[in-house]
């Protein structure tokens, strides 16, 4: 079956740099697209970014452009994303996603905490 | 980016109750529309996709309706194990953008 496994958040200050990671299984990984969504504490759901299956093309939320970027190795069946001077309002739980008529699988999150 | 204008954002009903909740597209997004369930300290979950087709596993009582910029979700008989937040997202063109999410609460 599908897995998908975040890891990496921690507790940063702000300004500081951190890197996500999600792990798939159960399906051939280089073949889909992938998406990380956010939610920070009590709110809503915020799309972040996605990444096609080769590579070749990434969109990005206007909140994380600039800062943020997603990248794959499909060696190691491996989703990241890399979070650069993260700001306090980046707290939140990341999720990892696997999208086919819609974002059809997804993960349990990791919680990042930018605080000071 | 497009804005997703979903309403109400919280409702209160019973079980067995009819719930109607709405999303509205700031332009035409065709039928590039999912709905997604969330309960809390959990992942969201996709209940439907491209507007109106359940997901496999998904009761029949959650059904889809629209296009264009209108979308209906609908509960016929709400059940307890439905008690959650519910969010429309768009996925015509990146980027994806959310609903602001209706909690469902029990009357």
């Known amino acids: 079956q599908v897995q998908l496994v975040e890891a990496g958040g921690d507790v940063v200050q702000p300004g500081r740099s951190l890197r996500l990671s999600c792990t798939a299984s159960g399906f051939t990984f280089s073949a889909f697209a992938m998406h990380w969504v956010r939610q920070a504490p009590g709110q809503g759901l915020e799309w972040l970014a996605m990444?096609?299956?080769?590579?070749?093309?990434?969109f990005y939320a206007d909140s994380i452009k600039g800062r943020f970027t997603i990248s794959r190795d499909d060696s190691k069946n491996t989703l990241y994303l890399q979070m650069n001077n993260l700001r306090l309002e980046d707290t939140a739980v990341y999720y990892c996603?696997?999208?086919?008529?819609?974002?059809?699988?997804w993960g349990q999150g990791t919680l990042v905490s930018v605080s000071s | 980016a497009i804005q997703m204008t979903q309403s109400p954002s919280s409702l209160s009903a019973s079980v067995g109750d009819r719930v109607t909740i709405t999303c509205r597209a700031s332009q035409d997004i065709r039928d590039d529309l999912g709905w997604y369930q969330q309960k809390p300290g959990n992942a969201p979950k996709l209940l439907i996709s491209?507007?109106?087709r359940l997901q496999g596993g998904v009761p029949s009582r959650f059904s889809g309706s629209g296009s264009g910029t209108d979308f209906t979700l609908t509960i016929s008989s709400l059940q307890p194990e439905d008690f959650a937040t519910y969010y429309c997202l768009q996925d015509y063109n990146y980027p994806w953008t959310f609903g602001q999410g209706t909690k469902v609460e029990i009357k």
């Open positions: 990444i096609l299956y080769d590579g070749s093309n990434r």
């Open positions: 491209a507007a109106s």
């Open positions: 996603a696997r999208p086919k008529l819609g974002l059809e699988n």
